[in-house]
């Protein structure tokens, strides 16, 4: 029996599987996915772009090193809105795991990855999100898009068709990942100044979503884009590279600077929720996924939010008359309803919770 609390998220139209088109080896990219709106993609081996920072959870977590590292913390958050951790403490034995079960889901022929097929009214399964309508372009990926946790928001339906190993695996790394994000929004609290009891209150037992992404390799890479320039609407996301080929992308200082992922680290970033927690003191970011012409790329991205019931606004204990809220408060439901009945469009979401700077200026703010 499926969980009632799909109907949270938006519907997204059905469109064909990209690892499928590509199959027929075409010369050409068809029509709906040309995106000559798009910037093309960076030659990663370019030098004179930045790298985004690199944070050592191990030192966030020792006295001696602890403020210098909360310090480059609190710098990548505000500046970057994306860091690389590494030590993070998820057993490397886990990554291979989950890695190696990811890979095993693309490889199954197609009449099996049908057995996971979004249904008409849900985000979740295997197909793509944010189609709202058929003459919209489309991404070059194909997804496999779950929630996790807690359990009794899961589609059962699409856990019983997993393999036992990849759903053992897959519970594994659920509880890992949200004991890391705990840990991350943790440290966050502290670089923030923030009362650190008033961030585990409101993303402890938090609604956690896994988005599997296949990217295949395309003929004419500079036409396409894997995935569209968007901001994450959760609070905290953790991106984990699942091979060697590269392709994400985030907008620094107007410029598209390529990731290039550590082995075994994870890629975090600021979701839209924690910008407005932190009453824009960390920001989302733009970011997008690219292409190439000879290597598909595999990648799993996690959401971690508050609790559906819990609502979202800029925390009291950073904020005051000087330093009014910017944005509004609104449920964690309604925000992730309202985000994915939408086409992804940057960082347009989190811009409709400002409020106005007139109001703002105007002292109108209690």
């Not at 191990?58 to 505000?78: I, T």
């Not at 996971?116 to 189609?131: E, I, L, N, T």
């Not at 650190?196 to 209150?201: A, I, L, Q, V």
Request: some cysteine; overall charge negative; aromatic content about 8%.
């Amino acid at each position: 029996m499926e969980s009632p609390k799909l109907e949270i998220f938006g519907s997204s139209l059905p469109v064909p599987s990209v690892q499928e088109l590509i199959r027929d080896q075409i010369l050409t990219v068809p029509s709906r996915y040309v995106r000559l709106d798009q910037d093309p993609p960076v030659i990663s081996a370019t030098a004179t772009l930045p790298s985004i920072p690199t944070i050592d959870m191990q030192s966030l977590l020792q006295g001696e090193s602890l403020p210098s590292e909360l310090k480059k913390l609190h710098s990548a958050c505000k500046d970057w809105g994306f860091f690389q951790l590494v030590n993070h403490g998820v057993s490397y034995s886990l990554i291979d795991r989950i890695k190696s079960e990811i890979e095993d889901f693309f490889k199954l022929p197609m009449e099996e990855k049908r057995r996971f097929s979004q249904k008409p009214d849900d985000v979740q399964g295997y197909g793509q999100a944010f189609v709202v309508s058929e003459e919209q372009k489309l991404d070059w990926g194909d997804m496999f898009y779950l929630i996790t946790l807690p359990t009794h928001s899961r589609n059962s339906i699409l856990f019983e068709n997993l393999s036992p190993s990849f759903r053992e695996v897959l519970e594994a790394y659920a509880l890992e990942l949200q004991k890391l994000a705990m840990a991350i929004l943790d440290m966050m609290a502290r670089a923030l100044a923030l009362d650190t009891k008033e961030m585990r209150d409101l993303f402890e037992d938090g609604y956690q979503r896994m988005r599997m992404n296949y990217y295949p390799p395309c003929p004419q890479p500079e036409r396409v884009v894997g995935l569209t320039p968007h901001s994450d609407a959760a609070g905290l996301t953790v991106l984990l590279q699942v091979n060697e080929a590269q392709g994400l992308e985030i907008r620094k200082d107007g410029l598209w600077v390529p990731v290039k992922p550590l082995p075994n680290a994870f890629v975090v970033n600021i979701g839209d929720m924690l910008e407005i927690v932190s009453n824009g003191v960390y920001h989302s970011v733009e970011h997008r996924a690219t292409v190439n012409s000879a290597q598909e790329r595999l990648s799993i991205a996690t959401f971690y939010s508050p609790s559906l019931k819990m609502e979202i606004g800029p925390a009291q204990s950073l904020t005051n008359p000087q330093n009014p809220p910017l944005f509004k408060r609104e449920t964690v439901k309604k925000i992730l309803k309202d985000f994915y009945s939408k086409e992804l469009k940057g960082k347009s979401y989190v811009e409709t919770m400002r409020i106005s700077p007139g109001l703002e200026k105007a002292g109108n703010i209690s």
